[in-house]
């Protein structure tokens, strides 16, 4: 009976260490975000009224956020990788991001 104690206590903690390592628990965490992000937005999206759909600001918004969740959840590249696609999406988003920074800094000044 001991050996199946110290047979489970082992494989449970090499379980533990295991899901520590690849950071397991962060990512289902980050996942779950990005999946509400991505219904939020198409929820949002559904309620604009189709003559707004049409418009090009609107398109780009939700574009923009669909993008920064998806990217939200993506590995930093490796610095080897050679994916131009990849790079463009990271580099649109985060410069996007800054975009959005800025106007906000903008209407604050105005108030």
């Known amino acids: 009976m001991a ?3 110290a047979l489970t206590v082992a494989v449970g903690q090499a379980a533990q260490q295991w899901l520590r390592e690849n950071r397991i628990e962060e990512q289902r965490i ?3 975000q990005a999946s509400a992000e991505l219904a939020d937005a198409k929820m949002k ?3 604009v009224p189709m003559e ?3 418009m090009q600001s ?3 918004e939700l574009v923009l956020r669909v993008e920064t969740a998806i990217v939200s959840v993506v590995e930093p590249l490796p ?3 050679n994916c131009p ?3 463009v999406l990271v580099e ?3 410069s996007a991001e800054e975009g959005e920074e800025k106007k906000k800094e903008g209407k604050g000044l105005e108030i």
Do not use: G
Request: charged share 40%; net charge neutral.
């Open 79 to 81: 610095q080897s990788c």
């Open 45 to 47: 999206w559904e309620a």
């Open 3 to 5: 050996e199946w104690v």
């Open 30 to 32: 980050a996942y779950r």
């Open 85 to 87: 696609s990849l790079e």
């Open 58 to 60: 609107k398109i780009d």
């Open 52 to 54: 707004k759909r049409a």
């Open 92 to 94: 649109r988003s985060e």
